[in-house]
Nanobody, 115 residues
């Protein structure tokens, strides 16, 4: 079983920055793909970014050049550095981790971009 604890959400002005963190723990020996999705009110959950155990990254077109995903050396924590935030980035951000053949989701953290 995998537990995910997210942190770092909040309210920021347009053009500002936030850093999200997601710490994974549990009985799984290693975590494969780690990533972030988001869901705005009235919208479906959408992919934001992901990183593999080999640190290969992938980004949604809407965040390329503004967001950076990374993992710590132990590969149990994933980060999302969000710069140049826009109002349309406002959403609940969810951590997603695949491990041991299972997909695991965090509880979500709210990001609000507003002046």
């Amino acid at each position: 079983q995998v537990q995910l604890v997210e942190s770092g959400g909040g309210v920021v002005q347009p053009g500002g920055s936030l850093r999200l963190s997601c710490a994974a723990s549990g009985s799984i020996c290693s975590f494969n793909s780690m990533g972030w999705y988001r869901q705005a009110p009235g919208n479906q959950r959408e992919f934001v970014a992901s990183i593999t155990s080999g640190r290969s990254t992938n980004y949604a077109d809407s965040v390329k050049g503004r967001f950076t995903i990374s993992r710590d050396n132990a590969k149990t924590t994933v980060y999302l550095q969000m710069n140049s935030l826009k109002a349309e980035d406002t959403a609940v951000y969810y951590c997603r981790v695949t491990a041991g053949g299972t997909i695991n989701w965090g509880q979500g953290t709210q990001v609000t971009v507003s002046s």
